[in-house]
C-alpha cells in the first residue's frame, strides 16, 4: 500500500464501527491501519437508542488516538446485509461524513462486511486480526460480561463500564 504515483496522493484509509465500547482490539486495528497509511479516519457508528452514547465514543477514540480523524456518524439505518437498496444508503451516508476531497483509498477491518464496504467506495479492503488472535476480544463479549472483560478497556471507557454495568 503506497501512495498512487500516478496522483502523487497519500493514501487514506477508513474503518468503519460501532466500538461500543472501544477496546485494546479496536485500539490494535487502528494503530495497525494508521502505519499503513498516510491519513486514517475512523467512522464511529451511532444510533440514538444505543446503551453508549455515539459521541462519547467518539471522543474516547479521539483521545486514545490523536494521531487519526474520528468521525461520529449518527443515522436510523438497518444492518441487513441482504438488502442493496440499504447497502446504497450506507454508502452515500458513508460519502456524504468523508472529510477529505477523495478517498478513501483503503478500508480496514476485523469484520467480513469491511470487505463489501471497501468494493462499494471502490477501495481496496485488508483484513487485520479476523480471527481476534493478537488481542482476544470483542464489544459483545465485553457488553455480554463487562466485569470478566475490564482488563480490555482504557482507563476512561472502564469507568464508564463499570458504572453502566453496576446499573444494568
Partial sequence: MEPDPATDRPLTGLIVG??????????????????HCERLVVYVNTRASEPIPGALRQSWLADLHP?????????????????????????????????????????????????????????????????????????TMIREDPHTHLEFLAPPVRAWVEAWARRA
Fill in 67 to 139: 494521531e487519526v480523524t474520528v468521525v461520529e456518524v449518527a443515522h436510523d439505518l438497518d444492518t441487513n446485509w441482504d438488502d442493496e437498496d440499504l447497502w446504497q444508503r450506507w454508502i452515500d451516508l458513508f460519502r456524504a461524513r468523508w472529510p477529505h476531497a477523495s478517498g478513501p483509498d483503503v478500508v480496514f477491518s476485523s469484520e467480513e462486511y469491511g470487505g463489501e464496504i471497501a468494493r462499494r467506495l471502490g477501495a481496496e479492503h485488508v483484513i487485520v486480526d479476523l480471527r481476534r488472535e493478537a488481542v482476544p476480544i470483542s464489544a
Fill in 18 to 35: 460501532r466500538f461500543m465500547p472501544p477496546h485494546e482490539g479496536h485500539s490494535f486495528l487502528i494503530t495497525w491501519a494508521a502505519r
